[in-house]
């Protein structure tokens, strides 16, 4: 039987300011002198991986994506990942139409480069260290590379979170399954 700690990364593992506290860094040290193995678990895409194995010192694995990928630190190589298909990523895209005619996109995609794309009228919550790629809805979705599918509402101001959540949940039912963070 295989025995292992699984942890959360934002908010669990890192600090609010995105790093390992002292103490955290020692019950990582511990877990993995006593020989258990340890994976982290986070809604992080891949191209956020890259310094987590330094500020860690875990070069194991990491469930990415809210649970899309599972990621080598170590190798900073995809082992295994959920993929959405073009035509099912399509389809979502349509019907969330349905609940905003002006949502805006953006994918992560199951590769190193051009990992990030987003659709021409996209607005990040944060500003981005390499600009992402935009491209057409239709284009997003010419490869079955896709691992999540993010969905903005046209105003925040007029869905809140939770009735967001829902009516997405609504259109896709049977498609695809719905989260939000």
Known sequence: ???????????????????????????????LEVGLDLIFVTG???????????MTGHDGLVLCANGAVLYDLGTKE?????IMSGETGLLAAQRLRSVDPDITYAVELARKSDE??????????????????KVSVEEMFETDLVVK???????EALHDADSFLHACDAALDGIVDVTHS
């Open 1 to 31: 039987m295989t025995r292992f700690i699984a942890s959360d990364l934002d908010g669990s593992l890192l600090t609010s300011s995105g790093v390992v506290s002292p103490e955290n860094r020692q019950a990582i040290n511990k877990v």
């Open 44 to 54: 992080r895409p891949t191209r956020w991986m890259d310094n987590i194995a330094q």
């Open 78 to 82: 995809i082992v295994d990942a959920q």
């Open 116 to 133: 990030f794309l987003v659709d021409l009228n996209y607005r990040p919550r944060w500003e981005p260290k390499v600009p992402p790629r």
């Open 149 to 155: 599918f993010l969905a903005r509402p046209s105003s």
